[in-house]
């Protein structure tokens, strides 16, 4: 695990785009919270990180997701499904919202995942976002999951 005890949010911003540097195509990022902890924060500064500056970027709150096709520095296409699943009733939900397309078509930004824990991939990054006790900053926590993401965690230490 990684953690960073207080971030500020353009601090926060900054460690969004290294990760979305470092991801790849089916790539799944878990991102835990509270309600206003900074989980939009994040997603909006990694699909704007992705050659994306002026995109609109609303919480998919009501939508459930929404996509954006992005590319890395080295021109490399990623296409981003943003999720939250705040509202879902059950876990299978995620199906009819176009997960199993996300899963093979690009990276998965997901917010409140443990609506859908048992079916995410044992393959993924889990940031947990929390206040910190600087009230304008916020406390990461990265947890790799798999082999995927520990070969990884070098470039997002940066």
Avoid at 3 to 24: G, H, M, N, V
Avoid at 44 to 61: C, K, Q, Y
Avoid at 67 to 73: A, F, Q, S, V
Avoid at 78 to 97: G, N, Q
């Amino acid at each position: 695990m990684i953690s960073f005890p207080s971030l500020s949010q353009t601090e926060l911003e900054l460690l969004a785009a290294r990760i979305a540097e470092a991801c790849a195509t089916r790539d799944v990022i878990a991102l835990y919270g509270d309600l206003g902890a900074g989980k939009t924060v994040f997603s909006r500064a990694f699909i704007r990180s992705l050659g994306l500056p002026d995109e609109d970027v609303p919480s998919p709150t009501f939508t459930l997701v929404q996509t954006y096709d992005g590319e890395k520095k080295d021109g490399t296409p990623l296409t981003v499904w943003h999720f939250d699943l705040y509202r879902i009733k059950s876990a299978e939900e995620i199906y009819e919202l176009g997960f199993e397309d996300a899963l093979s078509d690009g990276v998965c930004l997901i917010e409140w995942p443990e609506r859908a824990e048992r079916l995410l991939p044992k393959n993924r990054l889990e940031i947990a976002v929390r206040a910190a006790e600087n009230a304008n900053a916020r406390r990461i926590d990265i947890t790799p999951c798999g082999k995927t993401w520990e070969n990884r965690l070098d470039r997002i230490k940066r």
